[in-house]
């Protein structure tokens, strides 16, 4: 391994009752990069390599490795385990109660501009990009979904055919009672 910054993972043997959390966070994972800084999680070892323009999904190793002896080609980078240009990572930590204040704050019927508005007040300035307003407001909307509280009151009337401009309304959702 020539190249700087690239970070290998390393499976340890962990419990038989891991959870998916914990094997998705990569929490008995070891993580090593080539130029010896110590990287404690999956975290660490992401910011580590966006900070040096490696690719944030394989590490700048070009494989992903998803399980125990078995990687392959990573996807995002093609292989190459460049970081695409630009690319950020942000963190953002979305809890229960910070969706319930969320929730709180919207109307009684209201759409995906409505959503975004208000995560565009009270999330952190630093994860303030739009593609992480969208992504946090589309799975506050599910997580509200999911437990019963909203329900899609609109959807688009229609789907026109081949050669025909499409146009959607903006989804309403509203709280139930």
Do not use: K
């Not at 909307?141 to 437990?147: F, G, K, T």
């Amino acid at each position: 391994m020539d190249e700087p910054h690239v970070i290998t993972t390393e499976w340890v043997d962990a419990p038989d009752d891991i959870s998916y959390r914990d094997y998705v966070a990569g929490t008995y994972n070891t993580f090593r990069c080539t130029c010896a800084a110590p990287l404690q999680d999956r975290e660490a070892a992401t910011l580590h390599a966006a900070e040096w323009g490696r690719c944030v999904v394989c590490l700048g190793s070009g494989t992903v490795s998803i399980a125990p002896f078995h990687s392959d080609g990573c996807e995002s980078c093609a292989g190459s385990g460049a970081g695409r240009p630009g690319a950020v990572v942000v963190q953002a930590q979305v809890t229960e109660d910070f969706v319930r204040e969320v929730a709180e704050l919207l109307p009684a019927e209201f759409g995906l501009p409505d959503v975004v508005a208000v995560l565009q007040e009270h999330m952190p300035p630093e994860c303030g990009s739009m593609e992480t307003v969208f992504s946090v407001a589309a799975g506050l909307i599910r997580y509200l979904e999911v437990q019963g509280l909203v329900v899609l009151a609109t959807a688009p009337d229609f789907v026109p055919g081949e050669g025909v401009e499409q146009r959607y309304g903006d989804p309403r959702w509203i709280r139930t009672p």
